[in-house]
């Protein structure tokens, strides 16, 4: 299973993001994490497997979403209002196969795939 995250770069604060992974066709819960320079790697957002609940970090919550378009088999972050502290390398994840569809992992364990990270940086 490949994950492929993009839609990354370099952008002013208070502008808009929007990445994307591709995923295949996983029928799994997708989440998003991040890990700014020095820092240890965090949840930000998640997306149920059938995609009717999610999580978000309390640190993105009211400006990130989260998506999915299962024809395109693609997950996408949203990001809004960004702040320099968003500032970090995103990584999408594919959660451990679970018959819960309401499932909404935080935790990296409850991951078992992953995607190369796409750097964002917001400049004040």
């Known amino acids: 299973v490949q994950l492929q995250a993009s839609g990354g770069g370099s952008v002013q604060a208070g502008d808009s993001l929007r990445l994307s992974c591709s995923a295949g066709a996983l029928n799994r819960a997708m989440g998003w994490f991040r890990q700014a320079p020095g820092k240890e790697r965090e949840f930000v957002a998640v997306l149920s497997r059938l995609g009717m609940r999610t999580s978000f970090s309390d640190s993105v919550k009211g400006r990130f979403t989260i998506s999915r378009d299962n024809a395109k088999n693609t997950v996408y972050l949203q990001m809004n209002t960004l702040k320099p502290e968003d500032t970090a390398v995103y990584y999408c994840?594919?959660?451990?196969?679970?018959?819960?569809?309401?499932?909404?992992?935080?935790?990296?364990?409850?991951?078992?795939?992953w995607g190369h990270g796409t750097l964002v940086t917001v400049s004040s």
């Open positions: 994840a594919a959660a451990s196969a679970n018959p819960q569809s309401h499932w909404t992992p935080v935790r990296e364990s409850s991951y078992a795939y």
